[in-house]
């Protein structure tokens, strides 16, 4: 465990705790995109925050509710989470409540592959990565035009030299560490914390978001109101979860892809209860 971690500044002039300062205005640029459509956030919420990295949503939804708002905010990766803890810390420990766990169908130990050049990519399925770098280098290169400011300036470049400088980063944010990690499930959360509704559920789990709402029992659905994901788009799975909501009662549901992500199989799915 380091003795000290790592700060940086948000957009706005906040100043949290991070890992890699490189990663946050990429992360606080996507963590916005999960209010779109008809998600609101309202004071007095309860907000589950799963796959919350170091907390970059939490502390957006407590500062976008005037600090009138009950986070739940579940991260896996042990290094993820001590910067996780130490913002709630920071910030208001009481309201943002912090889970060293992932979300699941079930109560499980799993080794994750950790990316720690790329905190954001870690993941449960680690026989997918070789795939996943090689669908991130197309996607980038296809929309370099759409993505973040750190890396348009490769559009002036040659072709070749622009390819093979895209294939060094990646292959330093796939390098791996294999952690254990601790998965429960939504429905456990609920009963143990005496919680009696979810405004809003967050998932952003690199694939693991089916399982996630496979983890909610029949009789707590009803207590979720809205709902916001990143999906992967594998073997039907966009397909799966819509039919699944819409079982549940979501009769309000959008998909969108980012500009930049054009192509790929990732998008972000939005539902809500009429």
């Not at 950790?114 to 990565?129: F, G, I």
């Not at 952003?204 to 029949?218: A, F, H, R, S, T």
């Amino acid at each position: 465990m380091p003795t000290t971690i790592a700060e940086t500044k948000l957009p706005n002039g906040t100043e949290v705790f991070c890992l890699r300062d490189q990663e946050v205005p990429v992360l606080y640029e996507q963590i916005q995109d999960y209010i779109k459509y008809g998600i609101e956030l309202d004071e007095g919420d309860i907000v589950f925050d799963v796959g919350a990295n170091i907390g970059l949503f939490s502390l957006w939804t407590y500062q976008k509710c005037h600090k009138n708002v009950n986070i739940y905010a579940f991260e896996p990766i042990p290094a993820v989470f001590e910067v996780l803890q130490a913002n709630a810390n920071r910030f208001d420990s009481e309201k943002i409540k912090v889970f060293p766990c992932g979300l699941a169908e079930e109560s499980k130990t799993v080794e994750f592959a950790y990316h720690p050049n790329a905190t954001m990519l870690s993941s449960a399925y680690q026989d997918d990565l070789p795939e996943l770098q090689n669908q991130l280098q197309q996607t980038i290169v296809r929309n370099l035009k759409n993505a973040p400011k750190s890396l348009r300036w490769l559009r002036w470049l040659p072709p070749f030299i622009r390819s093979l400088l895209i294939q060094n980063e990646l292959d330093k944010a796939f390098q791996t560490e294999r952690v254990s990690c601790q998965l429960r499930t939504i429905s456990e959360i609920l009963q143990e914390h005496e919680v009696d509704r979810i405004d809003l559920l967050k998932i952003d789990v690199e694939k693991g978001e089916l399982n996630v709402l496979w983890g909610i029992n029949p009789e707590d659905w009803h207590k979720i109101k809205q709902i916001a994901i990143e999906v992967h788009d594998l073997e039907h799975r966009l397909q799966k979860i819509t039919a699944l909501l819409r079982e549940q009662g979501f009769t309000e549901i959008e998909v969108a892809q980012e500009t930049m992500l054009k192509g790929s199989n990732l998008f972000n799915l939005y539902a809500w209860r009429s």
